[in-house]
Nanobody, 123 residues
């Protein structure tokens, strides 16, 4: 069992930055792929970024590539999402997820989800 708690969301102007954190409980955190998803009002939850548990390979949605950076600190059981050059269209609730699926960018690849943290980008 893995429990996830996100933090770091807030209100920021366009062009600004935020750093989201996701703290995980459980001794097996380092063996899970970790992902970030987001859901805007009236829209489906969509993939943002993920990082493999082994090798640290990363993947990003095209919409955030070059602006967002995912990282993890297994010693602290924490995964981060550094978000730069934020745009109003990045406004959403951001969710952290843990899983062992092979595709690692599908919601179905993840077994555990946090409650989400709101990110609002004003124009």
């Amino acid at each position: 069992q893995v429990q996830l708690v996100e933090s770091g969301g807030g209100l920021v102007q366009a062009g600004g930055s935020l750093r989201l954190s996701c703290a995980a409980s459980g001794r097996t955190f380092s063996t899970y792929n970790m992902g970030w998803f987001r859901q805007a009002p009236g829209k489906e939850r969509e993939f943002v970024s993920a990082i493999r548990w082994i090798g640290g390979n990363t993947i990003y949605a095209d919409s955030v590539k070059g602006r967002f950076t995912i990282s993890r600190d297994n010693a602290k059981n924490t995964v981060y999402l550094q978000m730069n050059s934020l745009k109003p269209e990045d406004t959403a609730v951001y969710y952290c997820a843990a899983g062992r699926g092979s595709t690692w960018y599908l919601k179905s690849d993840y077994d555990y989800w946090g409650q989400g943290t709101q990110v609002t980008v004003s124009s």
